[in-house]
Protein backbone atom coordinates (compact mmCIF):
# COMPACT_ATOMS: atom_id res chain seq x y z
CA UNK A 1 0.00 0.00 0.00
CA UNK A 2 1.41 3.13 -0.46
CA UNK A 3 1.57 5.74 2.00
CA UNK A 4 -0.70 9.21 1.81
CA UNK A 5 1.38 12.17 1.36
CA UNK A 6 1.39 15.41 3.44
CA UNK A 7 1.88 18.24 1.39
CA UNK A 8 2.28 21.62 3.07
CA UNK A 9 1.91 24.59 0.63
CA UNK A 10 3.32 27.85 -0.03
CA UNK A 11 1.22 30.55 -1.89
CA UNK A 12 3.84 33.01 -2.40
CA UNK A 13 3.78 36.93 -3.78
CA UNK A 14 7.13 37.61 -5.74
CA UNK A 15 5.64 41.43 -5.80
CA UNK A 16 7.93 41.93 -2.78
CA UNK A 17 11.84 41.59 -2.81
CA UNK A 18 12.75 37.91 -2.39
CA UNK A 19 9.21 36.97 -1.83
CA UNK A 20 7.06 35.84 0.85
CA UNK A 21 4.42 33.61 2.01
CA UNK A 22 0.81 34.25 2.03
CA UNK A 23 -2.67 32.90 2.75
CA UNK A 24 -6.34 33.92 1.99
CA UNK A 25 -9.72 32.94 2.20
CA UNK A 26 -11.75 31.80 -0.15
CA UNK A 27 -8.92 33.08 -2.60
CA UNK A 28 -9.24 36.53 -0.78
CA UNK A 29 -8.60 38.72 3.14
CA UNK A 30 -4.78 37.51 2.09
CA UNK A 31 -2.30 37.80 5.24
CA UNK A 32 1.43 37.12 5.72
CA UNK A 33 2.76 33.46 6.71
CA UNK A 34 6.59 33.99 6.35
CA UNK A 35 9.95 34.00 4.31
CA UNK A 36 9.44 31.05 1.40
CA UNK A 37 12.92 28.85 1.83
CA UNK A 38 12.41 29.62 6.14
CA UNK A 39 9.36 27.88 5.99
CA UNK A 40 10.39 25.02 3.56
CA UNK A 41 13.34 23.88 5.83
CA UNK A 42 11.25 23.41 8.94
CA UNK A 43 8.63 21.67 7.04
CA UNK A 44 11.47 19.22 5.12
CA UNK A 45 12.58 18.79 9.03
CA UNK A 46 9.02 18.41 10.18
CA UNK A 47 9.18 15.16 7.58
CA UNK A 48 6.52 16.93 4.92
CA UNK A 49 6.67 14.44 2.18
CA UNK A 50 6.79 16.99 -0.75
CA UNK A 51 6.24 20.87 -0.62
CA UNK A 52 4.20 22.88 -3.53
CA UNK A 53 5.49 26.25 -4.40
CA UNK A 54 2.52 28.16 -6.10
CA UNK A 55 3.24 32.18 -7.50
CA UNK A 56 0.00 33.97 -7.26
CA UNK A 57 1.37 36.92 -8.39
CA UNK A 58 3.03 35.10 -11.78
CA UNK A 59 4.29 38.45 -14.38
CA UNK A 60 7.33 38.03 -16.95
CA UNK A 61 8.99 40.42 -14.73
CA UNK A 62 8.97 38.50 -11.51
CA UNK A 63 10.00 34.93 -12.99
CA UNK A 64 13.74 35.10 -12.03
CA UNK A 65 12.96 36.07 -8.56
CA UNK A 66 10.85 32.86 -8.46
CA UNK A 67 13.45 30.36 -10.05
CA UNK A 68 16.18 32.23 -7.10
CA UNK A 69 13.85 31.82 -5.09
CA UNK A 70 13.27 27.59 -6.01
CA UNK A 71 17.09 27.67 -6.52
CA UNK A 72 17.50 28.78 -3.13
CA UNK A 73 14.83 26.48 -1.74
CA UNK A 74 15.98 23.60 -3.13
CA UNK A 75 19.80 23.68 -2.06
CA UNK A 76 18.78 23.25 1.41
CA UNK A 77 15.44 20.76 1.53
CA UNK A 78 15.48 16.86 0.14
CA UNK A 79 11.47 16.88 -0.36
CA UNK A 80 10.19 17.08 -3.68
CA UNK A 81 9.44 20.29 -5.23
CA UNK A 82 6.22 21.25 -6.95
CA UNK A 83 6.38 24.61 -8.82
CA UNK A 84 3.14 26.48 -10.18
CA UNK A 85 1.87 29.98 -11.51
CA UNK A 86 2.70 31.50 -14.43
CA UNK A 87 4.25 28.90 -16.09
CA UNK A 88 2.71 28.79 -19.76
CA UNK A 89 5.23 27.11 -22.52
CA UNK A 90 7.91 24.49 -22.23
CA UNK A 91 10.42 27.06 -21.60
CA UNK A 92 8.86 28.37 -18.43
CA UNK A 93 8.87 24.97 -17.47
CA UNK A 94 12.73 24.30 -18.31
CA UNK A 95 13.67 27.27 -16.42
CA UNK A 96 11.62 25.85 -12.70
CA UNK A 97 13.49 22.63 -13.03
CA UNK A 98 16.64 23.64 -13.94
CA UNK A 99 16.26 25.91 -11.07
CA UNK A 100 15.04 22.74 -8.97
CA UNK A 101 11.33 21.87 -9.43
CA UNK A 102 10.64 18.64 -9.97
CA UNK A 103 6.99 18.72 -10.54
CA UNK A 104 5.71 21.48 -12.76
CA UNK A 105 1.78 22.72 -11.80
CA UNK A 106 -0.48 24.07 -14.48
CA UNK A 107 -3.22 25.61 -14.85
CA UNK A 108 -4.82 29.14 -16.77
CA UNK A 109 -2.19 28.03 -19.33
CA UNK A 110 -3.34 24.44 -19.72
CA UNK A 111 -7.07 25.68 -19.46
CA UNK A 112 -6.08 28.27 -22.16
CA UNK A 113 -4.15 26.00 -24.26
CA UNK A 114 -5.25 22.31 -23.03
CA UNK A 115 -2.21 21.04 -25.78
CA UNK A 116 0.23 22.32 -23.23
CA UNK A 117 -0.48 19.35 -21.37
CA UNK A 118 0.71 17.43 -23.81
CA UNK A 119 3.51 19.18 -24.65
CA UNK A 120 4.92 19.12 -20.95
CA UNK A 121 3.88 15.61 -20.50
CA UNK A 122 5.89 13.87 -23.74
CA UNK A 123 8.93 16.11 -23.36
CA UNK A 124 9.14 16.15 -19.23
CA UNK A 125 7.39 13.11 -18.37
CA UNK A 126 3.93 12.64 -17.24
CA UNK A 127 5.67 12.61 -13.44
CA UNK A 128 6.23 15.96 -13.97
CA UNK A 129 3.39 16.62 -15.03
CA UNK A 130 0.48 18.47 -12.45
CA UNK A 131 -2.53 20.25 -13.88
CA UNK A 132 -4.19 22.23 -10.70
CA UNK A 133 -7.61 22.57 -10.61
CA UNK A 134 -9.42 25.05 -8.74
CA UNK A 135 -13.52 24.31 -8.40
CA UNK A 136 -16.62 26.41 -7.28
CA UNK A 137 -19.88 24.39 -6.62
CA UNK A 138 -22.37 26.05 -8.69
CA UNK A 139 -25.58 24.51 -7.60
CA UNK A 140 -28.45 23.31 -10.25
CA UNK A 141 -31.33 25.64 -10.69
CA UNK A 142 -33.29 24.12 -13.73
CA UNK A 143 -32.84 21.33 -16.06
CA UNK A 144 -31.47 22.99 -18.78
CA UNK A 145 -27.79 23.79 -16.52
CA UNK A 146 -27.39 19.91 -16.43
CA UNK A 147 -26.39 19.48 -20.14
CA UNK A 148 -22.78 17.95 -21.08
CA UNK A 149 -22.24 18.85 -16.63
CA UNK A 150 -21.00 15.83 -14.67
CA UNK A 151 -24.15 16.32 -12.03
CA UNK A 152 -23.16 15.49 -7.90
CA UNK A 153 -25.99 14.94 -6.08
CA UNK A 154 -24.42 16.82 -2.66
CA UNK A 155 -25.88 17.33 0.54
CA UNK A 156 -26.93 20.92 -0.09
CA UNK A 157 -28.75 19.89 -3.34
CA UNK A 158 -27.47 18.32 -6.99
CA UNK A 159 -24.32 20.73 -7.90
CA UNK A 160 -21.42 20.55 -10.97
CA UNK A 161 -18.02 22.16 -10.07
CA UNK A 162 -16.65 25.27 -12.57
CA UNK A 163 -13.14 25.79 -13.10
CA UNK A 164 -11.92 28.96 -12.68
CA UNK A 165 -8.29 30.77 -13.17
CA UNK A 166 -6.28 33.65 -12.73
CA UNK A 167 -5.74 32.71 -9.28
CA UNK A 168 -9.06 32.21 -8.87
CA UNK A 169 -10.43 35.86 -10.28
CA UNK A 170 -12.86 34.25 -13.59
CA UNK A 171 -14.50 31.37 -14.28
CA UNK A 172 -14.43 29.64 -16.91
CA UNK A 173 -17.46 28.06 -17.75
CA UNK A 174 -15.26 24.75 -17.28
CA UNK A 175 -16.98 21.80 -15.40
CA UNK A 176 -14.00 21.07 -13.27
CA UNK A 177 -15.21 16.56 -13.37
CA UNK A 178 -14.84 16.69 -16.98
CA UNK A 179 -11.32 18.92 -17.08
CA UNK A 180 -9.69 16.51 -14.92
CA UNK A 181 -10.76 13.30 -17.15
CA UNK A 182 -9.30 15.32 -19.82
CA UNK A 183 -6.17 16.18 -18.68
CA UNK A 184 -5.85 12.66 -17.63
CA UNK A 185 -5.52 11.88 -21.37
CA UNK A 186 -3.36 14.26 -22.07
CA UNK A 187 -0.92 12.52 -20.23
CA UNK A 188 -1.05 14.40 -16.84
CA UNK A 189 0.40 12.62 -13.80
CA UNK A 190 -0.97 14.21 -10.99
CA UNK A 191 -3.98 16.50 -10.24
CA UNK A 192 -4.02 19.27 -7.19
CA UNK A 193 -7.80 19.66 -6.49
CA UNK A 194 -8.98 22.99 -4.48
CA UNK A 195 -12.23 23.71 -3.37
CA UNK A 196 -12.55 27.48 -3.84
CA UNK A 197 -15.87 27.32 -0.99
CA UNK A 198 -13.54 25.82 1.48
CA UNK A 199 -10.16 27.45 0.57
CA UNK A 200 -8.53 29.01 4.30
CA UNK A 201 -11.71 28.66 5.80
CA UNK A 202 -10.63 25.35 8.04
CA UNK A 203 -13.77 23.87 7.47
CA UNK A 204 -12.39 20.53 6.15
CA UNK A 205 -11.77 19.18 2.44
CA UNK A 206 -15.01 18.90 0.06
CA UNK A 207 -15.33 15.52 0.11
CA UNK A 208 -17.95 15.46 -2.48
CA UNK A 209 -15.62 17.06 -4.99
CA UNK A 210 -12.76 14.89 -4.32
CA UNK A 211 -14.64 11.82 -4.13
CA UNK A 212 -16.02 12.92 -7.49
CA UNK A 213 -12.84 13.10 -9.29
CA UNK A 214 -10.97 10.38 -7.60
CA UNK A 215 -13.88 7.63 -8.78
CA UNK A 216 -13.48 9.23 -12.53
CA UNK A 217 -9.51 9.12 -13.02
CA UNK A 218 -6.53 6.81 -11.99
CA UNK A 219 -3.84 9.59 -11.52
CA UNK A 220 -2.82 11.21 -8.33
CA UNK A 221 -5.32 13.25 -6.59
CA UNK A 222 -3.74 16.24 -4.02
CA UNK A 223 -6.86 17.30 -2.00
CA UNK A 224 -6.57 20.73 -1.45
CA UNK A 225 -8.56 23.88 0.54
CA UNK A 226 -10.64 23.71 3.87
CA UNK A 227 -7.93 21.90 5.86
CA UNK A 228 -8.09 23.11 9.85
CA UNK A 229 -7.54 19.82 11.83
CA UNK A 230 -5.45 16.64 11.82
CA UNK A 231 -9.22 15.10 11.74
CA UNK A 232 -10.07 16.54 8.45
CA UNK A 233 -6.97 14.88 6.84
CA UNK A 234 -7.70 11.78 8.14
CA UNK A 235 -10.98 11.85 6.66
CA UNK A 236 -10.24 12.89 3.29
CA UNK A 237 -8.27 9.78 3.73
CA UNK A 238 -10.99 7.24 5.10
CA UNK A 239 -14.13 8.60 2.80
CA UNK A 240 -12.14 9.54 -0.81
CA UNK A 241 -9.07 7.84 -2.76
CA UNK A 242 -6.89 10.91 -2.65
CA UNK A 243 -3.30 10.09 -2.52
CA UNK A 244 -1.93 13.18 -0.38
CA UNK A 245 -3.70 15.98 1.40
CA UNK A 246 -2.49 19.62 1.20
CA UNK A 247 -2.43 22.28 4.03
CA UNK A 248 -0.97 25.64 4.47
CA UNK A 249 -3.00 27.54 7.34
CA UNK A 250 -2.18 24.78 9.82
CA UNK A 251 0.92 24.43 9.49
CA UNK A 252 2.29 28.12 8.59
CA UNK A 253 0.48 29.94 11.58
CA UNK A 254 2.50 26.65 14.04
CA UNK A 255 -1.13 25.17 14.95
CA UNK A 256 0.42 21.81 14.35
CA UNK A 257 3.95 20.19 12.87
CA UNK A 258 3.47 17.94 9.98
CA UNK A 259 4.84 15.50 12.12
CA UNK A 260 2.35 15.71 14.88
CA UNK A 261 -0.32 15.39 11.97
CA UNK A 262 1.49 12.43 10.87
CA UNK A 263 1.69 10.71 14.06
CA UNK A 264 -2.29 11.51 14.26
CA UNK A 265 -2.66 9.88 11.01
CA UNK A 266 -1.01 7.00 11.61
CA UNK A 267 -2.85 6.19 14.98
CA UNK A 268 -6.19 6.67 13.29
CA UNK A 269 -4.99 3.86 10.88
CA UNK A 270 -3.75 5.99 7.96
CA UNK A 271 -0.79 4.79 6.20
CA UNK A 272 1.84 7.33 6.17
CA UNK A 273 5.85 7.65 5.90
CA UNK A 274 6.82 8.40 9.52
Known amino acids: MLAKRIIPCLDCDFGVPGGRVVKGIEFKQIRYAGIP ?23 HE ?41 KVSVNTAALKNPKLVNELAKRFGSQACMVAIDAK ?16 DTREGKC ?30 EIMLTSMDRDGTKDGFDLELTSAVCDRVNIPIIAS ?27 HYK ?20
Open 37 to 59: WELAAEYDEQGADELVFLDITAS
Open 225 to 251: GGCGLPSHIKDVFKFTDASAALAASIF
Open 255 to 274: EYTVHEVKRYLNENGVHVRL
Open 160 to 189: WFECSFYGGRKFTGVDAIKWAMEVEERGAG
Open 137 to 152: RRYVRSEEETRGRAII
Open 62 to 102: RRETMAHVIEKTATNVFMPLTVGGGIRSLEDARRIFNAGAD
